[in-house]
């Protein structure tokens, strides 16, 4: 197992197969948003290459990500692939649904998991403009293609955007009273392409905790209020689902976090509000032999930072986080 320097166990892996989408939200990326071409993204090869050196080195744990990963050529054959690693026990994923009504039963029978399907709104015009153009319904279908294909349990993230969908704290929440489901509330955290809009307006979790209190009274909280992943998790009472709340920026879960992350153009970053970043996919491409590569992921593990610095105004503005896949 491969370990940091504060005795922190990393083991868990996202990987971006692409900073390409078929969405703009706004809180992600700006609308004339640029992307790689695909020569600079890592090849399906390259992909298993790195994934088995991490696997060697004590990943386990891996979740694809984008940009929208669905979006990435042979998503099914590389997600079968990544399931057959040597020491990989769970392949999940991070997605705005839109394609899961075609690719969900294909994904599950390559090896996925689970899936986190990004849901903002139930309402089709407030969807509308956090997207810039998506279509609610179509995600709605996602959401069910996923469950009926053993996707389970549906992880549902919302991120709450002043001015967009506050209002929707409620009926978001409420899904939960009749579905198996996890709504996850995520803090908008700041990042390059979007900053001030960012910063501005957020909306925290203890403010979204409230609102969902005032409609359905005291939450009960699950696992004795364990940390499940980065969510406090709560639920309604009488409900069956769960309602999540990640607190990235007023209550930052840094101590525990066991996360690497891997750029769809083949860059490791230890920490995703951190700027720092360790490149694998030009070495790869130069001929870096597998012990290189390892010592280079060794040495960037041995130095995670230890937190982020968004309370002391420590913004990471290299990226949008479209690139870097959340
Ligand atoms: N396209 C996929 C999706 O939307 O689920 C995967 C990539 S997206 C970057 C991953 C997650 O990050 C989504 O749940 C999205 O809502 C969230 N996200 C995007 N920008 C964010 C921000 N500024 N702060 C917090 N979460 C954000
Ligand atoms: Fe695309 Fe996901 Fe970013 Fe929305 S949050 S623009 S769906 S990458």
């Known amino acids: 197992m491969a370990k940091d320097r504060f005795g922190r166990n990393i083991h868990y892996l996202r990987i971006s197969l692409t900073d390409h989408c078929n969405l703009r939200c706004v809180y992600c990326m700006p609308e004339d948003m640029t992307f790689r ?6 090849q399906d090869d390259e992909i298993l290459i790195l994934t088995r050196l991490f696997a060697n080195l004590g990943i386990d744990k891996i979740r694809l990500t984008g940009g929208e990963p669905t979006l990435r ?56 403009r956090l997207t810039r153009w998506g279509k609610v319904n179509e995600v709605l ?15 549902l993230n919302a991120v709450i955007v002043t001015g967009y969908n506050e209002s929707d704290v409620v009926p978001l929440a409420g899904l939960t009273a009749e579905h198996p489901w996890q709504v996850r509330f995520i803090e908008m955290m700041p990042f ?33 209020g364990k940390l499940d992943g980065e969510a406090r998790l709560f639920h309604l009472k009488n409900g069956i689902g769960d309602i999540g ?70 913004i990471p503005l290299n990226r949008t986080m479209s690139e870097i896949g959340g």
């Open 37 to 42: 071409p695909n020569a600079e993204l890592m």
């Open 73 to 128: 050529a042979n998503v099914v054959d590389i997600v079968r692939d990544i399931s057959a690693i040597k020491g990989i026990r769970s392949v999940s994923m991070t997605t705005n649904g839109l394609l899961l009504t075609k690719l969900a039963q294909p994904l599950a029978d390559a090896g996925l998991e689970r899936v986190n399907i990004s849901i903002d709104t139930l309402d089709p015009d407030k969807f509308k």
């Open 141 to 155: 279908a996602g959401i069910y293609a996923a469950e009926a294909a053993g996707l389970t349990p549906v992880k």
């Open 192 to 224: 390059a392409g979007a900053t001030e809009f960012q910063l501005t307006q957020m909306v925290t979790a203890a403010q979204i905790q409230e609102q969902v209190e005032v409609a359905f009274g005291t939450l009960e909280v699950v696992n004795h």
């Open 245 to 314: 709340f990640i607190s990235s920026v007023t209550s930052p879960f840094c101590a525990s976090c066991t996360r690497a992350r891997l750029t769809a153009d083949g860059i490791l970053r230890m920490c995703l509000l951190r700027e720092k970043e360790v490149d694998l996919l030009t070495p790869l491409r130069a001929g870096a032999s597998l012990d290189e590569l390892r010592d280079l992921i060794l040495d960037a593990v041995w130095n995670k930072p230890w937190g982020h610095g968004l309370a002391d105004g420590a």
